[in-house]
């Protein structure tokens, strides 16, 4: 058998309320059927996921449902399925999203065309019956473009935030490159450390004018509909990513970018303040305290220059304790 276009990554945990769903949009990309492998990597479900899957290998002949021991996760369940993907490029779908007509026939066709590494689409955000597209910040479409162009040190939005992986397509050369494995040792917001490691590398990519990428939000469980602590995990993310830009001198440029992400990130969860424990939020500002004391205070005050004056407002005590971390005036 050829080698297939494109590997479709979907990792599944107790997912047989939508699995179907997914399974069947991967029936209408505009590409043959053998064209398309499908890697289900079963994370320890204890439902129906497995049965589910294997049912649609009659439609998806190169679907193969791939089982982790137990659940360890949707970052480690994404890796699974990338080192076994045979396709000339690899592109995630999580159990619950789904593509629309055509969008992987149009994705490839231009990362062939361009011999880009890889393209990237606009999402349409689903809740209910409800469809809200957000645009992939990029305003030249379907042409050439450098990584490093679209990581600004500036406040404006950049594709750094528009991290969601599955509405991308990957040239699988990305895979020897090291640069495709998400890092299993966050829990949360891994997604946007791998995009980050991505658009800081010297690589090359395409916007398309798809939407055909179909998020689902609002689901059971979701992180936005409830706090614990996995939702330090975007302090854990950009703590770690800090400390790497700053211990590679040619990525200095990105640090002020990579600080604003944190800070603002920690505003929209501040914002959220009744809905958070007291213990969970007092981890979360110590944790954004110790990582933005951390770097040259003109970052900081960078940064703090950006933010609107109801932003400073919001944040001033935080910024308070960051001075204090760092021992010098507010």
């Given amino acids: 058998m050829s080698q297939p276009a494109v590997s479709v990554v979907i990792p599944a945990k107790d997912a047989e ?36 899957a294997e049912s649609w290998t009659s439609r998806l002949p190169r679907l193969r449902v791939l089982r982790n021991p137990g659940p360890h996760g949707p970052s480690a369940a994404r890796n699974v399925g990338i080192a076994a993907a045979e396709g000339r490029a690899i592109t995630f779908l999580d159990s619950d999203d789904w593509f629309g007509p055509g969008h992987l026939a149009r994705m490839i066709e231009v990362l062939n065309r361009l011999g880009v590494d890889f393209v990237r689409s606009d999402i349409v955000q ?19 473009l450098h990584t490093r ?27 020897e490159a090291g640069l495709l494995y998400f890092p299993a ?6 997604d946007r450390y791998w995009n980050w490691r991505i658009f800081i590398a010297e690589l090359t990519f395409a916007v398309v004018d798809s939407q055909g990428y179909f998020y689902r939000r609002g689901v059971s469980g979701s992180l936005t ?27 200095e440029r990105y640090l002020t970018k990579a600080v ?35 770097v040259d ?11 609107t004056e109801a932003r400073q407002q919001d944040l001033a005590r935080v910024r308070r304790r960051i001075a204090a971390e760092r021992k010098v005036p507010a």
């Fill in 126 to 144: 689903v809740e209910g019956k409800r469809r809200q597209l957000s645009s992939a910040p990029v305003a030249r479409r379907g042409v050439r």
């Fill in 225 to 251: 509909a409830v706090y614990d602590e996995r939702q330090l995990g975007f302090a854990h993310v950009f703590d770690t990513l800090i400390r790497e830009i700053r211990s590679e001198p040619e990525n």
């Fill in 297 to 307: 205070p003109e970052v900081i005050e960078r940064v703090w220059s950006t933010f």
């Fill in 17 to 52: 309320a939508y699995l179907a769903e997914a399974l069947e949009s991967l029936t209408t990309q505009g590409l043959p059927a053998a064209e398309i492998e499908v890697l289900v990597i079963d994370d320890g479900s204890t439902d129906d996921t497995v049965a589910i």
């Fill in 260 to 294: 604003h992400n944190l800070i603002s990130l920690y505003h929209w969860h501040l914002k959220r303040e009744e809905m958070i424990p007291p213990k969970l939020l007092a981890a979360m500002s110590q944790s954004v305290v110790a990582t933005a004391a951390s």
């Fill in 149 to 175: 162009d679209f990581v600004v040190d500036r406040a404006e939005r950049t594709m750094v935030d528009f991290p969601n992986a599955s509405c991308g397509v990957y040239a699988s050369r990305l895979r």
């Fill in 185 to 190: 040792q966050f829990i949360t917001a891994e």
